[in-house]
């Protein structure tokens, strides 16, 4: 069925119905004001005008917010839930955000909490192209979890930055990544410090018959990232680090969407400035814009984030949804080698640890400590894992 405006232009209005995203808000309100609250936040978050404005049909009963249901959760804390048309995110990331949460996030009284996706809008952002799986083969690791560590501070020279990768690889650690701080500054030029650390590592990899994967920082504008994306290409490199929230989401998709052979490990900076749930954004969005791994702060580190948040995250980055390839948690934000029994026995085999300060505060024994780091997760026995 199609309905035609008076211009004779034609909608699947069918389509539009159809195809629904059902969000999930946390909205304070008192009792008596709830149901008119959650209508205003369907209007805002669809077409952010009178509805009694709206003659075409098409648009007020196919584009129209609508609420499908409201459940309290205290006294002046509601649940609610509502349908957007799935037609609105043009498959596009950043529209996506603002169709979720626009408008919306400058009302401090909401929260987004959670989204539902039509698989059609699911398949078309595709998720992950390598995932735990994937990341897995690359590093010949299995049945255990990953070990990741971070080169930083900023203000280090390429050469200094390189000289510590390498103690990291001699000690064994899986992953190295620049800290998120490492950009294209002039102390340290992406480029240079690129192929210096790339080839600290490649000559321990090769000297020890073992894998080493190294993200570097990505920054800048599109064009930028598409630049340092063929530079870590050049430098024999297949995993690079992004911050979505800082980039911009619809960038980084479009990264992803382009080098298909690269894998991604997200960072969260920039992830704490809206009201939006951590393990929708973290765990569920930025795996669906294609990230392999996602870091975030884990409970009892620098961070507030409770223990059930961060639970809550991994399940959502690595548990089944919409067919999208899992992705890697990796909990961080100050861990030390003390709680890694703890970090394995909460989140099992599926993890990756970081753990950067708190190796770096070694100094001298820094290839020591980082081999006791490896030692403690490769000996590690994981529920379930044979």
């Known amino acids: 069925?199609?309905?035609?405006?008076?211009?004779?232009?034609?909608?699947?209005?069918?389509?539009?119905?159809?195809?629904?995203?059902?969000?999930?808000?946390?909205?304070?309100?008192?009792?008596?004001a709830i149901e008119a609250r959650a209508v205003a936040?369907?209007?805002?978050?669809?077409?952010?005008?009178?509805?009694?404005?709206?003659?075409?049909?098409?648009?007020?009963?196919?584009?129209?917010?609508?609420?499908?249901?409201?459940?309290?959760?205290?006294?002046?804390?509601?649940?609610?839930?509502?349908?957007?048309?799935?037609?609105?995110?043009?498959?596009?990331?950043?529209?996506?955000?603002?169709?979720?949460?626009?408008?919306?996030?400058?009302?401090?009284?909401?929260?987004?909490?959670?989204?539902?996706?039509?698989?059609?809008?699911a398949t078309a952002f595709g998720g992950p192209h390598h995932g735990i799986a994937g990341l897995r083969t690359r590093l010949s690791a299995f049945g255990r979890a990953l070990t990741c560590t971070a080169l930083k501070p900023q203000g280090l020279r390429p050469k200094a930055l390189a000289n510590l990768a390498k103690q990291f690889a001699e000690g064994g650690v899986d992953i190295v990544k620049d800290d998120h701080g490492l950009a294209d500054q002039a102390y340290s030029p992406f480029a240079e410090r690129v192929a210096a650390v790339a080839e600290a590592l490649q000559e321990v990899a090769a000297r020890r018959g073992r894998h080493i994967l190294y993200a570097p920082s990505l920054s800048g504008d599109l064009d930028r990232l598409r630049t340092q994306v063929a530079c870590a290409r050049k430098a024999g490199l297949t995993t690079v680090m992004v911050a979505p929230m800082v980039l911009g989401v619809a960038n980084v998709h479009t990264l992803v969407a382009e080098n298909p052979d690269i894998a991604v490990l997200a960072h969260p900076s920039?992830?704490?400035?809206?009201?939006?749930?951590?393990?929708?954004?973290?765990?569920?969005?930025?795996?669906?814009?294609?990230?392999?791994?996602?870091?975030?702060?884990?409970?009892?580190?620098?961070?507030?984030?409770?223990?059930?948040?961060?639970?809550?995250?991994?399940?959502?980055?690595?548990?089944?949804?919409?067919?999208?390839?899992?992705?890697?948690?990796?909990?961080?934000?100050?861990?030390?080698?003390?709680?890694?029994?703890?970090?394995?026995?909460?989140?099992?085999?599926?993890?990756?640890?970081?753990?950067?300060?708190?190796?770096?505060?070694?100094?001298?024994?820094?290839?020591?400590?980082?081999?006791?780091?490896?030692?403690?997760?490769?000996?590690?026995?994981?529920?379930?894992?044979?």
């Open 41 to 121: 936040l369907a209007v805002e978050q669809s077409v952010e005008m009178p509805v009694s404005a709206i003659d075409d049909p098409s648009v007020r009963d196919g584009i129209v917010g609508r609420v499908e249901a409201i459940s309290p959760i205290d006294e002046a804390l509601f649940e609610v839930r509502i349908g957007l048309a799935g037609a609105t995110v043009g498959n596009d990331a950043g529209q996506l955000l603002s169709m979720l949460f626009g408008n919306s996030s400058l009302h401090d009284d909401v929260v987004l909490a959670d989204v539902e996706l039509p698989e059609e809008v």
């Open 270 to 386: 920039l992830g704490g400035a809206a009201r939006i749930a951590p393990p929708l954004l973290f765990g569920k969005l930025f795996r669906l814009f294609g990230a392999d791994a996602v870091v975030f702060p884990n409970a009892g580190g620098r961070f507030g984030y409770s223990r059930e948040t961060c639970l809550e995250l991994a399940d959502a980055a690595r548990g089944p949804w919409q067919d999208l390839r899992p992705s890697f948690p990796v909990p961080a934000g100050g861990m030390t080698q003390a709680r890694v029994p703890e970090l394995l026995d909460t989140y099992g085999a599926d993890v990756v640890l970081l753990i950067g300060g708190a190796l770096l505060a070694a100094g001298p024994r820094l290839v020591a400590e980082t081999e006791a780091f490896v030692a403690r997760v490769h000996g590690h026995h994981y529920k379930g894992v044979p």
């Open 1 to 32: 069925m199609f309905f035609v405006d008076g211009s004779g232009s034609e909608w699947a209005s069918e389509v539009r119905v159809a195809s629904r995203l059902t969000v999930t808000y946390r909205v304070r309100a008192e009792p008596a």
